[in-house]
T-cell receptor, first 114, second 111 residues
C-alpha cells in the first residue's frame, strides 16, 4: 500500500492564483481530512469528510474548498491564494465508526504565497 | 483554538534518559492520541488512550490520562537519538475522528 499520498510536495503561488492540492489514500478509509501547520501553532483542521459525497468544515475553512467524489481522493482547492495561506498542508485518513481512530498522514505540501 | 497545550515546548536530554511530556486540554474527550513528527515529515501515530483508560503502554512508551485534571503525559523510556522529533497530543471529542492538536513538544536526544 502507498498509504496517503500528496502532490505536489512544494508549490509557490502568487497572490490571487488558485490551485488544487491533491490527496489520495489506498486504505479504503472512510474519513479524510486536511490540516495546515504553522510554526508554533500545531495542526489546525481545515475541512474533513466522513465518506464520499460528505464534507464539512473544520476550524479554519475560509479560503478553501473540498469535495469527495470517491473514497480514495480528497482534493483541497485554494480559490484565491493569500500570503496568510503560506503553510504546510497535511492530508490524513482513518477508519471511522468504532474502529481505531488512528490517523495516517501524508508527507505534506509546503506552500508559499508571495 | 487549540484544545491541547503541551509542556514543555522544548526538551533536551541525553541518550538513555527518560523523556516526559505533558498535555492539558479544555473539554471532555472520547480519546487522546499522541503523534510524532520528524523534521519535514508527516505525523505518525504513536498511541491512543480512551477516556475510560488511565494508563497504556506500547514498547518504550507509557501514556497516562487523568480526566479529572484534563491532562495526559507521555513517557519515553531509555530515549535514543532517533527519538528526536516533535510530539503532539490530539484530542477527539464528539463523534470520533475529528482531532484537535496541541502545539507540540520538541524533543532533542543528544548522544
Amino acid at each position: 500500500n502507498a498509504g496517503v499520498t500528496q502532490t505536489p510536495k512544494f508549490q509557490v503561488l502568487k497572490t490571487g492564483q488558485s490551485m488544487t492540492l491533491q490527496c489520495a489514500q489506498d486504505m479504503n478509509h472512510e474519513y479524510m481530512s486536511w490540516y495546515r501547520q504553522d510554526p508554533g501553532m500545531g495542526l489546525r483542521l481545515i475541512h474533513y469528510s466522513v465518506g464520499a459525497g460528505i464534507t464539512d468544515q473544520g476550524e479554519v475553512p475560509n479560503g478553501y474548498n473540498v469535495s469527495r467524489s470517491t473514497t480514495e481522493d480528497f482534493p483541497l482547492r485554494l480559490l484565491s491564494a493569500a500570503p496568510s495561506q503560506t503553510s504546510v498542508y497535511f492530508c490524513a485518513s482513518s477508519y471511522a465508526r468504532d474502529r481505531s481512530y488512528e490517523q495516517y498522514f501524508g508527507p505534506g505540501t509546503r506552500l508559499t504565497v508571495t | 483554538s487549540q484544545q491541547g497545550e503541551e509542556d514543555p515546548q522544548a526538551l533536551s536530554i541525553q541518550e538513555g534518559e527518560n523523556a516526559t511530556m505533558n498535555c492539558s486540554y479544555k473539554t471532555s474527550i472520547n480519546n487522546l492520541q499522541w503523534y510524532r513528527q520528524n523534521s519535514g515529515r508527516g505525523l505518525v501515530h504513536l498511541i491512543l488512550i480512551r477516556s475510560n483508560e488511565r494508563e497504556k503502554h506500547s514498547g518504550r512508551l507509557r501514556v497516562t490520562l487523568d480526566t479529572s485534571k484534563k491532562s495526559s503525559s507521555l513517557l519515553i523510556t531509555a530515549s535514543r537519538a532517533a527519538d528526536t522529533a516533535s510530539y503532539f497530543c490530539a484530542t477527539s471529542t464528539g463523534g470520533g475522528n475529528k482531532l484537535t492538536f496541541g502545539t507540540g513538544t520538541q524533543l532533542k536526544v543528544e548522544l
